[in-house]
């Protein structure tokens, strides 16, 4: 999952943020996947990787940049052709709001 949040001035606490996230998600869902036998050891569930990488915006074009690497994932990795095929996308949501995909350049060069 890949995200890009404006969180309120002066908090920071992206750690909790996402531990919340994944522990709320991964109790709705069944316990079917598949686990190594760490996760078994530390009760972990196998749909989340431990890490995550956080990274402060720096201008509008580093916004950008990041926000088209968030609509050209689901492509890059086969899920679908096209990113406007990928149905949980913000993409949707910023077409309706007025975002014109012809302004950027999907993939992973810079805009």
């Not at 074009?61 to 926000?67: E, G, K, P, S």
């Not at 609509?71 to 077409?95: I, L, T």
Request: aromatic share 16%.
């Amino acid at each position: 999952m890949h995200a890009i949040w404006t969180l309120p001035p002066g908090d920071s606490d992206f750690p909790t943020r996402w531990r919340l996230i994944k522990a709320f998600f991964s109790k709705a869902l069944p316990a079917t996947e598949w686990r190594t036998g760490v996760h078994r050891a530390r009760n972990e569930r196998g749909v989340w990787q431990r890490r995550y990488w956080e990274h402060l915006v720096r201008d509008e074009r580093d916004y950008m940049r990041h926000l088209h690497y968030c609509y050209f994932n689901p492509v890059k990795h086969g899920h679908v052709a096209n990113v406007e095929d990928w149905p949980y996308s913000s993409f949707h949501r910023d077409m309706k709001d007025g975002f014109n995909p012809t302004d950027c350049a999907f993939g992973e060069r810079r805009p």
